[in-house]
């Protein structure tokens, strides 16, 4: 993979300028992007990343309208070079079964670094998906955002996977559902083992904790997909004892 030159297309309503086309840009994009990682995106600022980059925060602005499309590019890049690195490793792959356990692991632990984009660390870059993703998304501006087509790089990751899924099963009824599932469960698992660790079984670290999250992944896939429910099931009146008592 480290000779593999990876050319990302992006959505140009996330940024004021192309930071990938200037020296200057590309160290907002490096920078950013180390900085998110040690204060996390709530304590990030312009400023902090100005004095990082040792320019100004109005040169950062030239680029970036605020740090909330920063973080969304920032995304947007890691679901391409995730979906790239699925589409590289599974287009010689014949067997589905294969190729679905190959893109379950690129998308548990793709932080495996490019030295054609050194600018990007995918390593850290994995660690602000895993912690801090969800914000991106679960905001209150997202249905504005949607429509200028933000998350368009997310959504092709996601048809990706379903298009595998159908691939296993042509009748599952979920297979959109199922793939986003699939990425978020990732990347919770691997946060809860590392910091609220009674929300998951998995209880390994590191490298080990990333082939506990696959195997886990290949469980709920192989199983669900071979077996799946009825989706014309009426489950209104299905009580839930538990649920009942408490």
């Known amino acids: 993979m480290n000779n593999i030159t990876f050319n990302l297309v992006l959505n140009n309503k996330l940024c004021q300028r192309d930071p990938l086309q200037t020296e200057l840009g590309r160290k907002i994009i490096q920078n950013s992007v180390q900085l998110i ?34 973080f969304i590019y920032l995304l947007n890049w890691y679901w391409e070079w995730v979906r790239f690195r699925i589409h590289l490793q599974t287009m010689n792959i014949v067997d ?44 209150k501006t997202v249905d504005e955002e949607n429509e200028e087509g933000y998350f368009l790089a997310y959504k092709s990751l ?32 691997i946060y809860f083992a590392q910091h609220l660790p009674r929300l998951t079984d998995l209880e390994a670290q590191g490298d080990a904790l990333n082939d506990a999250v696959v195997k886990m992944l290949e469980c709920f896939v192989f199983n669900i997909i071979n077996n ?19």
Do not use: W
């Open 158 to 189: 996601c048809e990706m996977i379903a298009n595998f899924i159908l691939e296993l099963n042509p009748d599952f009824a979920y297979p959109r559902s199922f793939a986003s599932m699939l990425i978020e469960t990732a990347n919770n698992n």
């Open 228 to 246: 799946p429910p009825d989706a014309n099931a009426d489950y209104r009146n299905t009580k839930n004892v538990n649920l009942q008592e408490n």
């Open 37 to 70: 990682d040690r204060y996390g995106i709530d304590q990030f600022t312009f400023k902090k990343l100005a004095t990082e980059i040792g320019s100004t925060e109005a040169s950062v602005y030239r680029y970036f309208e605020n740090k909330h499309r920063l």
């Open 96 to 139: 589905p079964v294969e190729r679905m356990k190959k893109a379950l692991r690129i998308i548990v632990d793709s932080s495996k670094r490019n030295l054609e984009t050194p600018y990007i660390d995918e390593d850290v870059l994995h660690n602000i998906v895993v912690r801090e993703g969800i914000k991106a998304y679960h905001s």
